[in-house]
């Protein structure tokens, strides 16, 4: 079912309740905060996810208050980073909103995300990609992997706890100054 409307995502909530699914994301445009607003008043059951494409602190309160979301997912790399990130903890955190970090580019946002989601009064998790591509893998030498537990360690040492591998960053660099030109 392609969702298109806020009456379309109704009835796919509705469907989907006998699965207890945790949370649907990102059903509507980012920008239709009436359209979140209303599933939520459609008394749907499970939690409403948005905003990991969401790129401004504006967005996100209007997602909030207006759209009645009960998941904010703040991607440091498109909201402003962690400045705006923390203005959107506090938002969610007055409103009773949990706050998931979206991270699906390279393991240097996902350590970032994990610092994020280490100040949170309550984490939820972290939404990464864990997809094996090497440009996503390779541009840190000591990549975030889960443990024995299930858990992501929060990287230690300076800065983000990282070290950029520069050779696996250097063709990327490249590419990107042959494109502009």
């Known amino acids: 079912m392609v969702v298109r409307s806020a009456r379309d995502a109704i009835d ?31 008394g749907v059951k499970m939690r409403i996810a948005a905003g990991e494409q969401e ?26 980073g962690f400045t705006h990130a923390r203005k959107i903890a506090w938002e969610a955190e007055y409103a009773g909103v949990e706050v998931c970090p979206h991270a699906w580019l ?4 996902t350590a970032a ?9 309550t984490a ?7 997809c094996d591509n090497p440009m996503l893998r390779e541009i840190i ?15 230690q040492g300076p800065g983000l706890g990282i ?10 660099s490249s590419e990107r100054e042959m494109t502009s030109i």
Do not use: M
């Open 12 to 42: 796919l909530c509705h469907a989907l309740e006998p699965y207890d699914i945790f949370w649907l994301e990102d059903f509507l445009h980012p920008e239709c905060y009436g359209g979140y607003a209303q599933v939520k008043a459609a």
């Open 106 to 109: 390279t393991d240097l946002l």
């Open 124 to 130: 939820l998790f972290l939404e990464y990609n864990v």
């Open 113 to 121: 995300s994990l610092h994020y989601n280490a100040v949170l009064p």
């Open 55 to 80: 790129a401004t602190a504006w967005g996100f309160r209007e997602l909030i208050q207006r759209g009645g979301i009960d998941v904010a997912q703040p991607d440091l790399s498109r909201c402003g």
């Open 141 to 155: 030498r000591n990549p975030v992997r889960l443990d024995s537990q299930g858990f992501i360690p929060v990287p």
């Open 163 to 172: 070290d950029v591998n520069e050779a696996a960053v250097a063709p990327l």
